[in-house]
Structure formats: structure tokens, C-alpha cells
């Protein structure tokens, strides 16, 4: 059998390239069409990046809210220094205002005493005639040493000299037991055994050191005067009033 010999003629060839084109047309509308259906049309993404959105969209909200977060304790550190400092500035007030107080109560104090000072001198109508023991006070010194101003008075109209001893005591718990102590065995230097004179007032210092195994509770004052006929004089002074300027 003889082999067969095919001529393509010019028209054949025409009719090829036509289904060539045909098919190469249909390809690329293909691949358009599929290509346009994995796009993002809001903006204009590739379907391949849609992943790294996604991945980071959770970190772009966690910078968001940092920076809330950081805007937000600034503000509170502001309010916060501004609230210490007004704190201060009051609290530096209040100060100044309780020890103008406390002061102006110590001089009103003081201008009390010496008003009661003066009237048992000059109105002795008022209080007790004759001789008086006006006040004891007391404070702490050192270590169980104490020092004391004894005043006493006598009213103007009295006008005489007056000479007379001065008997302290100190009174307290020892063991539970009550017992009484004369100044003589307790005073640091001094002596109050000798008699003194004085006409209108007349003021004894000193300093008495308090036993350690003693609980003070009070302290008795007694004026002996030396002339007869003059009856003596006692006062008791509280030890917690002592201690607290009373």
C-alpha cells in the first residue's frame, strides 16, 4: 500500500490559526473570569493577602488599645499628682491653723492662771483670805527627775509679812500597798525645812527624783504658818493633772 501524501492547501491553514485563536481566546476569558472572582473589591487585594490581613488585624486592635490604655494612665498620673499636691498644700494649712490654735490655748491659758494669780492677791473676796497655796507644777526633767514650782499667795489685804513652813508629800502604790513619802527623802539638793517669808506671793523651786517601784498618784501640799493663831493650810494636787499641765 502506497503511503499517503496530504497537501494542506492555503485556506486549511487559515481555518487552523482560526481555532487556535478561538482557543486562546477562551483560556484568557477564563482565567479573567476566575481571577476577578478572588479579588477583594473593596480594596482591590488579591485573594493571596487575604491571610496576612487577617493576621494582622487582631495586632493593629491590641496597638489601638495600648495606646488607649497608656492615654488613660497619663490622665490618672496627672490627676493624681495634682490631687497629692492639693492634699499637701491643705494638710500644710490644717498644720498652720492646729498650732496657731494650740498656741493662742496655751496663752489663753496662761492669762487664766495668772488672772487667778492676781485675784487671790487683790479680790480676796472672791476666794479664801489669808494665806493660800496658789499652784504646783510639775515636769519631767531626765530620767525619774522632776522639777517643781510651788507659788504661794496672800491676799493684799492681808498686808502683813508671813513666815511659815512647807510640808510636801508624794503619795502612790508600792507592791500594791499605799504609802506616803516626804519630799525631804525624795529632793535632788535642798531643803524645805527652813521657814520662809513672804508678803504677797512667794515661789520654791526644786527637783525630786521618783522611785522606780513607786506609782505616783498625788502630791499634798501643807503651808504651816509660825505665827499662832494662823490656822495651816493643805492642798492636793492630782499627779495625772501635774503631768498634764493642770
Not at 490618672?76 to 490631687?83: K, N, P
Not at 499634798?220 to 493643805?234: A, E, N
Amino acid at each position: 500500500m502506497k503511503p499517503r501524501i496530504v497537501i494542506e492547501t492555503g485556506s486549511a491553514r487559515k481555518r487552523l490559526r482560526r481555532k487556535l485563536g478561538y482557543a486562546l481566546w477562551w483560556l484568557l476569558l477564563l482565567a479573567g473570569v476566575y481571577g476577578l472572582g478572588n479579588w477583594h473589591a473593596h480594596d482591590f487585594r488579591p485573594y493571596w493577602l487575604d491571610g496576612e490581613q487577617a493576621a494582622l488585624e487582631p495586632l493593629t486592635l491590641c496597638e489601638r488599645e495600648l495606646r488607649q490604655v497608656r492615654s488613660a494612665r497619663r490622665r490618672l498620673a496627672e490627676e493624681a499628682a495634682y490631687l497629692t499636691q492639693s492634699v499637701a498644700v491643705e494638710r500644710e494649712a490644717c498644720a498652720g491653723v492646729t498650732t496657731s490654735l494650740v498656741e493662742q490655748q496655751e496663752e489663753l491659758s496662761k492669762l487664766r492662771e495668772q488672772l487667778a494669780f492676781y485675784r487671790g492677791i487683790v479680790a480676796p473676796d472672791e476666794v479664801s483670805a489669808g494665806i493660800q497655796v496658789h499652784g504646783l507644777d510639775v515636769r519631767l526633767a531626765e530620767r525619774q527627775v522632776h522639777e517643781f514650782r510651788l507659788t504661794l499667795t496672800q491676799a493684799v489685804r492681808g498686808g502683813e509679812v508671813v513666815r511659815a513652813k512647807v510640808k510636801m508629800s508624794l503619795e502612790g502604790l508600792r507592791a500594791d500597798q499605799r504609802v506616803s513619802l516626804p519630799f525631804s527623802e525624795l529632793l535632788v539638793g535642798g531643803d524645805l525645812g527652813e521657814v520662809f517669808e513672804f508678803r504677797y506671793y512667794k515661789e520654791l523651786f526644786g527637783e525630786f527624783r521618783l522611785p522606780r517601784d513607786l506609782t505616783p498618784l498625788r502630791i499634798s501640799v501643807t503651808l504651816d504658818p509660825v505665827r499662832r493663831g494662823q490656822k495651816s493650810i493643805t492642798r492636793t494636787f492630782a499627779w495625772t493633772e501635774l503631768l498634764a499641765g493642770g
